[in-house]
Nanobody, 122 residues
Framework: VQLQAYGGGLVQSGWSLRLSCAAF????????IGWFRQAPGKEREGVSC????????YYADSVKGRFTISRDDAENTAYLQMNSLKPEDTAVYYCATAVVCGLGHPKIYDVWGQGTQVTVSS
């Protein structure tokens, strides 16, 4: 049972990236999927989450209107489309699964991916 996050990279301010979170050994569609990020010297921050039973989405205020979370059940993969990236979006991004969404409660997420680095230059 594992998650693999990938798709990070080095981009300029204003550019876009799409992160992917692939699940192995379990079916992703039965879980809420959250994206978190952690910048150096800062606590892990909840970025977005998508609920498994109604597909409702949640976003941190800092990314609302710029980031979009989605899932492809056929691919057993979740995505985070990040547009209009800013230098303050620079962080390691993690995906994780839980029973329900809770951006402010990372401890409810029990399976975590390894993280992918996103660096946005000004």
């Amino acid at each position: 049972v594992q998650l693999q996050a990938y798709g990070g990279g080095l981009v300029q301010s204003g550019w876009s990236l799409r992160l992917s979170c692939a699940a192995f050994g379990f079916t992703l569609k039965y879980y809420a999927i959250g994206w978190f990020r952690q910048a150096p010297g800062k606590e892990r921050e909840g970025v977005s989450c998508i609920s498994y039973y109604d597909g409702r989405t949640y976003y941190a205020d800092s990314v609302k209107g710029r980031f979009t979370i989605s899932r492809d059940d056929a691919e057993n993969t979740a995505y985070l489309q990040m547009n209009s990236l800013k230098p303050e979006d620079t962080a390691v991004y993690y995906c994780a699964t839980a029973v329900v969404c809770g951006l402010g409660h990372p401890k409810i997420y029990d399976v975590w991916g390894q993280g992918t680095q996103v660096t946005v230059s000004s």
